[in-house]
């Protein structure tokens, strides 16, 4: 295997071939690969409209997985990046699920357009699991303390 110490790209790759073995680079890797595959089955369907959801959160996906990857999460401290990768996740399940029921009931005799939906229903459950993943890593996360209970005023 090429020895890639000397290139000017060779820590990225590490941390890149390292993040994607964890379980939340695995499901940013499959979110935006999904999301392509959704992409492609709407651009082929007659009706196009719906690739705007798959464009935006594939887009979304592959941010947060440079900031993640590159860990510029621990750099960027103004922005609270687990609630905000909360938030894309739900907005992404919300988003690929009814437009996916639209167009898998709809989508009589457009085959790439059921095709995406359903595609798009298997990408709703993986932002499903990916906000349950997040909401419980916020929730471990979380530090319980006491509220002081002296009577001073």
């Not at 894309?88 to 009589?108: D, E, F, N």
């Not at 005799?109 to 298997?122: H, K, P, S, T």
């Not at 909401?135 to 002081?148: D, G, N, Y």
């Amino acid at each position: 295997m090429a020895d890639t110490e000397g290139s000017p790209f060779g820590g990225c790759l590490e941390k890149l071939k390292n993040y994607v073995r964890t379980r939340k680079g695995t499901i940013l890797a499959a979110e935006i690969l999904i999301s392509f595959i959704i992409l492609i089955c709407y651009a082929a369907s007659m009706y196009g409209g719906y690739s705007a959801v798959a464009i935006c959160e594939m887009v979304f996906a592959i941010i947060f997985f440079i900031i993640f990857t590159m860990e510029l999460d621990k750099q960027f401290l103004v922005v609270n990046w687990l609630w905000s990768d909360l938030f894309r996740a739900a907005v992404g399940a919300a988003l690929y699920l009814i437009t996916s029921l639209i167009c898998v009931i709809g989508g009589a005799g457009d085959g790439a357009r059921i095709a995406g939906g359903v595609f798009g229903l298997l990408a709703g459950i993986l932002f499903a699991y990916d906000s349950y993943t997040i909401f419980l890593e916020i929730k471990s996360s979380r530090q319980h303390t006491a509220a002081p209970t002296d009577d001073k005023v």
